[in-house]
């Protein structure tokens, strides 16, 4: 049973930071590309960042790009978001996808392309 479990969101106040972090169990974590996305009340979900399955390539949305950072440790099957410079217009429930990617160059941004989905966490950017 594959299980994305996300944490460390929280409320904030505009200018400061949060590093989410997302746990993966029951897959093999090293062969998934990873996202992370995010959707704010009724507003469709959202592209954030993605990571290559071994680490080697990233990509960002405009509106975080320099302010947000990916990365991932594959020993510890997790991968994280780095969110600094947050604006109110951050605020949204964070989401963690994985799709099976393993020795292909691709990483989806399509959310309809993940194969599966954490919870979520509440990331609430205060003005």
């Known amino acids: 049973q594959v299980q994305l479990v996300e944490s460390g969101g929280g409320l904030v106040q505009a200018g400061g930071s949060l590093r989410l972090s997302c746990v993966a169990s029951g897959l093999t974590f090293s062969g998934y590309a990873m996202g992370w996305f995010r959707q704010a009340p009724g507003k469709e979900r959202e592209f954030v960042a993605a990571i290559k399955w071994n680490g080697g390539n990233t990509y960002y949305a405009d509106s975080v790009k320099s302010r947000f950072t990916i990365s991932r440790d594959n020993a510890k099957n997790t991968v994280y978001l780095q969110m600094n410079s947050l604006k109110p217009e951050d605020t949204a429930v964070y989401y963690c996808?994985?799709?099976?990617?393993?020795?292909?160059?691709?990483?989806?941004?399509?959310?309809?392309?993940?194969?599966?989905w954490g919870q979520g966490t509440q990331v609430t950017v205060s003005s």
């Open positions: 996808g994985a799709d099976n990617q393993y020795l292909s160059s691709y990483v989806p941004k399509g959310a309809s392309q993940y194969e599966y």
